[in-house]
């Protein structure tokens, strides 16, 4: 199993965590993504539409759709409400 190394103070000792666990962690703004994108499109509405009713730039929406973003709950909050579906429903 790989380990990366972190250091957080100079005089801690080291601690480590899995990659293998952040990988996994990696996936989850991704699935999130195609969800949002799903219903997006299900409901017929743009990008720049739903970002401009969330508060968001069209930019970070792509990013959010994309996974290359992961949005505050806040913001999630805000998405499903626009797409009209639970919060439960995209994550």
Known sequence: M???LTVTKWS???STR???G???NAKLPKVLG???QRLRKKTGLSQEAVAFKV???RAYMGYIEQGRNAP???VLQKVAKVLK???SDLV
């Open 18 to 20: 899995t990659i293998e």
């Open 55 to 57: 508060g968001i730039s």
């Open 72 to 74: 505050s709950l806040d």
């Open 34 to 36: 195609k969800k949002v």
């Open 12 to 14: 801690e000792k080291p």
């Open 2 to 4: 790989s380990k990366l």
């Open 85 to 87: 579906v639970k919060l």
């Open 22 to 24: 952040m990988r996994k």
